[in-house]
C-alpha cells in the first residue's frame, strides 16, 4: 500500500513564500504523475499544477507565475514553491500522485492527507 506525506504548510503575510513537498513513502514505488490540489472553505477541490515524469507542467491560471511544481525522482518527491501568496491562496492543499509499484506491476492514484496554507491580509 504506497503513501503519500506531505508537508510544509504553515500561516504566512499577503506576498510571502511556502514551499510544499510531497514525498512517496517506501522504495517499492516510482511516482508518475504528480500534482497539487487545493480546497478552500465551501469551495470544490481545484487542481492547481501538475508534473508529468519527464517534467512537463500545467498550472491553473490563478497561480501561474507565481507557483512551480518540481520534482526530484531519485526521491520520489514532488514540490511546490508558493510565491507572492494571496489571501485567496488560502485553503488545504492535497498532493495526488499515480504510483508505480516496482514488485506489483500495478499503477494506482494516491492522495496525501492535506495541508493547511493561510495567507493572511
Known amino acids: 500500500q504506497g503513501q503519500l506525506v506531505e508537508s510544509g504548510g504553515g500561516m504566512v503575510q499577503t506576498g510571502g513564500s511556502l514551499t510544499l513537498s510531497c514525498a512517496a513513502s517506501?522504495?517499492?514505488?516510482?511516482?508518475?504523475?504528480g500534482a497539487w490540489y487545493r480546497q478552500a472553505p465551501g469551495k470544490q477541490r481545484e487542481l492547481v499544477a501538475s508534473i508529468e515524469t519527464g517534467g512537463g507542467t500545467n498550472y491553473v491560471d490563478s497561480v501561474k507565475g507565481r507557483f512551480t511544481i518540481s520534482r526530484d525522482n531519485a526521491k520520489n518527491t514532488v514540490y511546490l514553491r508558493m510565491n507572492s501568496l494571496k489571501p485567496e491562496d488560502t485553503a488545504v492543499y492535497y498532493c495526488?500522485?499515480?504510483?508505480?509499484?516496482?514488485?506489483?506491476?500495478?499503477?494506482?492514484?494516491?492522495w496525501g492527507q492535506g495541508t493547511q496554507v493561510t495567507v493572511s491580509s
Open positions: 495526488n500522485a499515480d504510483l508505480y509499484g516496482l514488485y506489483t506491476g500495478r499503477l494506482a492514484n494516491y
Open positions: 517506501g522504495s517499492r514505488f516510482r511516482m508518475n504523475i
